[in-house]
């Protein structure tokens, strides 16, 4: 038994085999056989046979515990199309681990191992349930615990803390699992987002002075980087503020020379220096060319400045703050630059008057004054240009040294530490999907692939289906999507089926796609190329559906009897229409010229005073050959046929009337079977041959066994349409009734 069934020899087991006749089963003929094998450590495993092939029966997880033994040479297929599978894609991603866009027989094995690893109880996998038991997960197991810790991490973040199971809508719902920052992992911790009031307002200063960064979940927040940026800014601003007073009092006072009021005196000082600075210096020219007795030259003068303001604001800007001098000193009262004329009087006010009190007249400034105030000016200037902090120095000394020497950083530190330990947690978040989809798609795929259960299911579609086409007043169960028409026809032609290709197209917008629909039963009906009918997909959608192609082979032995028969009245016919269409010629080429010669013989006769034509004496030629063109020659060639084809009917009716009707239905009967034993041996062996895993290899599919397709597996894929028993059929033609009643209304009339 173990050879029947291709057991590999390192398998150590005893075998147990039931067999008994079901001839309920509707699908593989002579019933269902199965057969039990126990393995030495108590699993059991069934063997269905399906159309003359043994699959695995797969019900629930534990089926598949011995699968790392059972060779591929015993599974259905050992790789398929990720794009022939109907099912989630996420499920299909997952399980396509290489991204090759297949699924091979190592996938399944891998997850199988890893389900068992994982889960401590596989009830929900046999259910194929759609949420996921936290109960369930096996926490003994290293993955399986990172796999709880995620989930129970998930339902927290969505505030759904305590709930025993979680489900795709919480696994994918992943702007709300990130939107808690202090548990997403990408440490980054939004303001708002925590309960301490004090920390809080840390991370507010943060932003505000260094600036922030976009958590995972769009929200703007501070992570450890930009506190460290800010911890040292607020310190060097407080180191540079402390050497003020590194030398004592003293030291305050020789960078303040006029105290608190310096920082407001230096700002007016560093805005008027250079164009002091200027006016100097050409006051010093002018000087110059007085000694030299040199003219002073005029700066030149364009008539747009009455018209451009900005041109004008311009020029007054460049201008000196007053007219240069050869006395070299600054008179703040007379002839000032109306562009600085009220910067220079706070000049005045602000840093010259406190600057320079001893000097004799406040109302000028000479080059000596204006050096010193340079010189007291230079020690404070060298204390803020080596100013840093400056970005947080608006927070204020007090509350920086707060920040700078307490515990909040700290605090907002440990923050930071548990939303990467969160994000560690939510790692796993990939695998829980992973899990949660196993769960409720792994024994569907198993029964699309280790076996083939949902095909021959009839409450079931399998994944590689895609709906029931209605086409020619039937329903075609088993329709599967095809790339390439062609390549897939040229494939598909040697599993023997008559197979149907179609162009699908939807509504607009919605990608067209094609079909292949295998006729296994009845009739061939009217289908052929650009017949039309519809699908309805397995979410109930709508399509049309146009055939763009057929492969013939025999669909059923009914069928297959009447082919010869077909072609004999296509040839008899073909042969008849091509005679009628020749004898039709010649007659239309015989009346026509017919025709002319009556017109031509009229035409001329009447004439008037036409006279007749001698004729030139004929010349003695051989007799022309009749070509059958004349009326004359037509009727006596039709006449002669009549009459040959009435002798023959004579002689054939004399032949019948000899024979005795016995003989002749004896005779008639040895032709039949003559002609129709063959036929029909070689009609059934092909039928018997047909082969639906031609049709998935040609898809792609790596197929290991025959998928025979049986006369009722043939009729379940093809059925034939039933009326539904609470409707009646009235037998009578209603048209009959119709046209008795029109036409006793004609003869009445008439």
């Known amino acids: 038994m173990a050879s029947l069934l291709g057991m590999p020899s390192r398998w150590d087991v005893s075998v147990e085999a039931n067999i008994w006749w079901n001839p309920t089963f509707p699908f593989a003929s002579g019933g269902l056989r199965i057969l039990h094998m126990r393995h030495f450590a108590q699993s059991q495993n069934t063997f269905v046979n399906y159309g003359g092939s043994y699959q695995l029966k797969i019900d629930c997880l534990d089926d598949l515990r011995a699968l790392s033994t059972l060779d591929e040479t015993h599974w259905m297929a050992t790789s398929a199309p990720v794009h022939q599978l109907r099912v989630d894609a996420a499920f299909l991603a997952h399980m ?9 027989s190592t996938d399944l094995r891998q997850t199988a191992a890893w389900l068992f690893e994982v889960l401590s109880d596989t009830a929900g996998v046999s259910s194929r349930a759609e949420r996921l038991s936290l109960e369930t997960i096996n926490a003994e197991d290293a993955s399986g615990k990172d796999l709880l810790r995620t989930a129970e991490r998930v339902l927290e973040n969505l505030g759904k803390k305590g709930e025993t199971s979680i489900g795709l809508d919480n ?3 992943q702007s709300s699992i990130m939107a808690k920052g202090d548990g997403n992992g990408d440490g980054v911790i939004p303001p708002g987002s925590v309960d301490d009031d004090d920390v809080d307002q ?3 200063d943060v932003m505000d002075t260094i600036g922030g960064i976009q958590d995972v979940s769009g929200c703007d927040g501070v992570d450890a980087a930009h506190l460290d940026a800010f911890i040292d800014a607020a310190q060097s601003f407080l180191d540079w503020k402390k050497k003020v007073f590194t030398d004592g009092a003293g030291d305050f006072d020789r960078l303040h020379p006029i105290g608190e009021k310096t920082a407001e005196a230096y700002d007016l000082y560093m805005e008027l220096a250079p164009k002091i600075d200027e006016w100097f210096e050409l006051s010093r020219l002018a000087a110059l060319n007085a000694t030299l007795d040199r003219e002073v030259p005029v700066p030149a003068f364009s008539p747009d400045l009455y018209t451009d303001g900005e041109a004008r604001r311009s020029y007054m800007k460049d201008a000196p703050i007053s007219k240069p001098l050869d006395g070299v000193r600054l008179d703040f009262g007379v002839a000032l630059n109306p562009y600085y004329a009220d910067v220079l009087r706070l000049f005045q006010e602000k840093v010259y008057i406190p600057m320079v009190r001893d000097a004799e007249d406040h109302g000028f400034m000479d080059a000596d004054v204006w050096r010193n105030i340079k010189l007291m000016f230079m020690p404070y200037g060298d204390w803020r240009e080596s100013k840093s902090g400056e970005q947080v120095e608006r927070l204020g000394a007090e509350r ?5 020497s307490g515990e909040l950083p700290a605090r907002l530190r440990t923050l930071f530490a548990a939303d990467v330990e969160a994000g560690e947690e939510l790692k796993a978040l990939k695998d829980v999907e992973k899990l949660i989809l196993c769960q409720h798609c792994f024994l569907d795929l198993c029964n699309n692939f280790i076996s083939f259960a949902d095909m021959y299911t009839p409450t079931r579609n399998a994944m ?8 020619d007043g039937r329903a075609f169960n088993f329709n599967m999507r095809v790339k390439d028409v062609a390549k897939h026809a040229k494939i598909a032609e040697r599993s023997g089926i008559y197979l149907m290709y179609s162009e699908v197209t939807g509504l607009p917008g919605d990608p067209s796609f094609y079909l292949v629909t ?3 039963s009845r009739h061939l009906g009217t289908i052929a190329v650009e017949k039309r009918g519809v699908l309805f997909d397995l979410e109930g959608k709508q399509w049309d559906v146009r055939v763009v192609k057929v492969v013939e082979n025999p669909i059923s032995l009914t069928e297959a009897v009447k ?4 072609r004999l009245s296509k040839m008899i016919s073909s042969a008849a229409q091509k005679f009628t269409a020749s004898t039709e010629k010649q007659l239309e080429g015989s009346l026509s010229s017919t025709s002319k010669n009556l017109q031509k013989g009229v035409g001329s006769s009447m004439k008037p005073g036409a006279k007749p034509v001698a004729k030139a004496p004929a010349k003695k030629t051989a007799a022309p050959v009749a070509s059958g063109g004349g009326a004359k020659d037509l009727l006596l060639s039709g006449s002669m046929a009549i009459g040959i084809l009435g002798s023959s009917m004579t002689l054939v009716l004399k032949m019948l009337s000899e024979i005795e009707p016995m003989a002749a239905l004896s005779g008639l009967c040895v032709g039949l079977v003559v002609i129709l034993v063959p036929v029909v041996i070689i009609a059934a062996f092909r039928l018997y041959s047909r082969n639906l895993s031609g049709i998935l ?4 599919w790596a197929i290991n066994s025959r998928m025979r397709l049986t006369a009722r597996l043939a009729r379940l894929l093809s059925p034939e349409p039933v009326h539904p028993k609470s409707f009646a059929q009235a037998q009578k033609d209603l048209l009959s009734g119709f046209s008795d009643s029109m036409s006793g209304s004609e003869s009445d009339e008439w």
């Open 96 to 104: 396509d681990s290489d991204g090759n866009d297949r699924i091979i």
């Open 171 to 173: 696994v994918r719902d």
């Open 202 to 204: 840390l991370i507010t």
């Open 400 to 404: 920086l040294e707060a920040y700078v």
């Open 464 to 471: 590689f289906e895609a709906g029931r086409v209605v086409i």
């Open 518 to 520: 295998p006729v296994t």
């Open 563 to 566: 082919a010869p028969f077909v």
């Open 697 to 700: 290899e040609a898809s792609g």
